[in-house]
């Protein structure tokens, strides 16, 4: 199992160019989440998805938007890059199973800097 | 508001010098408490999850315990690959699976 994998893993990107972070993960999970992490803020979470087809809003969710097409990935997209999204991000994966919820599971970041 | 403090923020231990890192919490109603690992350019490393006040988890040098207000990693005899940050969040109930997490604690083992 590769678990959670993330594509690209570096990005550099001039304000107002757009781009898409790819999240996959092959344990079969139902939710998936996507956190930035800044230094001193810790990580925020910024939309997560409950399953294939729905999504929503976190803590942090503006100049961001994303998509859960097939159960097994979740994309993250920046329509107009600004320096504020220069961050690492994160995905997650977990499993839950008639009401409870279980530990999450990382990818190995995305980072990403916005000139 | 849910919320989440570590501290310290940063700790120095000798190797073999135990202590133990604080995670406290303000929640309207805990669901669960999550202990990650993260190493620097990685993605946060699952540790253990504790569920109600008194609960204990052991795994190799770290056991994570729990009371109503707070949760505490303890490390014994830590060893320079302990090295790492630790991160604490909690689950709320009525949050779905969302995780609020703590700023961190950087852990630094010195041979």
């Known amino acids: 199992n590769a678990g959670v994998t993330q594509t690209p893993k570096f990005r550099v990107l001039k304000t107002g160019q757009s781009m898409t972070l790819l999240c996959a993960q092959d344990m079969n999970h139902e939710y998936m989440y996507w956190y930035r992490q800044d230094p001193g803020m810790g990580l925020r979470l910024i939309h997560y998805?409950?399953?294939?087809?729905?999504?929503a809003k976190g803590e942090v969710p503006d100049g961001y938007n994303v998509s859960r097409l097939k159960k097994q990935n979740f994309l993250l997209g920046l329509e107009s890059a600004a320096p504020s999204q220069t961050s690492v991000y994160f995905c997650?994966?977990?499993?839950?199973?008639?009401?409870?919820?279980?530990?999450?599971?990382f990818g190995p970041g995305t980072r990403l800097t916005v000139t | 508001e849910d919320q989440v403090t570590q501290s310290p923020e940063a700790l120095r231990l000798q190797e073999g010098e135990s202590s133990s890192l604080n995670c406290s919490y303000t929640v309207s109603g805990l669901r669960g408490l999550f202990w990650y690992r993260q190493d620097p350019g990685k993605g946060p490393e699952f540790l253990f999850t504790l569920y109600s006040a008194g609960e204990e988890k052991e795994k190799e040098r770290l056991k994570a315990t729990l009371t109503k207000k707070e949760s505490f990693l303890h490390i014994t005899a830590p060893k320079p690959e302990d090295s790492a940050t630790y991160l604490c969040?909690?689950?709320?109930?009525?949050?779905?699976?969302?995780?609020?997490f703590g700023k961190g604690i950087t852990l630094s083992v010195r041979p």
């Open positions: 997650a994966s977990s499993y839950s199973s008639s009401g409870d919820y279980y530990e999450q599971y």
């Open positions: 969040a909690v689950q709320v109930t009525g949050a779905n699976s969302k995780l609020t």
């Open positions: 998805s409950v399953g294939e087809g729905t999504t």
